[in-house]
T-cell receptor, first 113, second 112 residues
Framework: EAQVTQNPRYLITVTGKKLTVTCSQN?????MSWYRQDPGLGLRQIYY???????DKGDVPEGYKVSRKEKRNFPLILESPSPNQTSLYFC????????????FGPGTRLTVT | RKEVEQDPGPFNVPEGATVAFNCTYS??????FFWYRQDCRKEPKLLMS?????NEDGRFTAQLNRASQYISLLIRDSKLSDSATYLC?????????????WGLGTSLAVNP
């Protein structure tokens, strides 16, 4: 089944404790991205990747890192999480950059205390 | 002015009603347009692309008005299962790349 998977789905952590949210797609898509969704602010792009080893900042990259060592995986790293990073995070992929349908993972609900 | 604007609603309609949402965009160079559907606390999913000539998929009709810079989504014969948030998405050219701009969504509740 074609899908985007994210782990973990739910995470409660404390300020400053490094964490990684994994994202994997099995559709051989070139383009992958991370979003956060907050009430009243909608979906905002954090980082995106056009292909392996090619990543770039989205609209709200501060406090986040990403890597794209393999085509299928695009982990999101929070080196020192803070409470303002409490949010619902979505990973998405598409065949190429944005022209095609975006496939989203199920989301990761992160709470930083 | 926001790049993509939607009436947040909520729209409360009875089953069987026809309901329409509009989405306005500010960048006249916008290239591609989509409607996504998002159920509560779940991931967005593509509902339909919006073509210049307008397009229909079952009970759903999408239209584009470039002159007035808006797209619309019409839902006929509303079902309870249509209750969701509908997100308007616009793709614009940003330098050498394309950029996806998301609306905040319009909430629809279809009531028995």
């Amino acid at each position: 089944e074609a899908q985007v998977t994210q782990n973990p789905r739910y995470l409660i952590t404390v300020t400053g404790k490094k964490l990684t949210v994994t994202c994997s797609q099995n559709m051989n898509h070139e383009y992958m991205s991370w979003y956060r969704q907050d009430p009243g602010l909608g979906l905002r792009q954090i980082y995106y990747s056009m292909n392996v080893e090619v990543t770039d900042k989205g609209d709200v990259p501060e406090g986040y890192k990403v890597s794209r060592k393999e085509k299928r995986n695009f982990p999101l790293i929070l080196e020192s999480p803070s409470p303002n990073q409490t949010s619902l995070y979505f990973c998405a992929s598409s065949l190429r950059q944005l022209t095609y349908e975006q496939y989203f993972g199920p989301g990761t609900r992160l709470t930083v205390t | 002015r926001k790049e993509v604007e939607q009436d947040p609603g909520p729209f409360n309609v009875p089953e069987g009603a026809t309901v329409a949402f509009n989405c306005t965009y500010s960048n006249s160079a916008s290239q591609s347009f989509f409607w996504y559907r998002q159920d509560c606390r779940k991931e967005p999913k593509l509902l339909m692309s919006v073509y210049s000539s307008g397009n229909e998929d079952g009970r759903f009709t999408a239209q584009l008005n470039r002159a007035s810079q808006y797209i619309s989504l019409l839902i006929r014969d509303s079902k309870l299962s249509d209750s969701a948030t509908y997100l308007c998405v616009v793709i614009i050219n940003a330098g050498n790349n394309r950029k996806l701009i998301w609306g905040l969504g319009t909430s629809l509740a279809v009531n028995p």
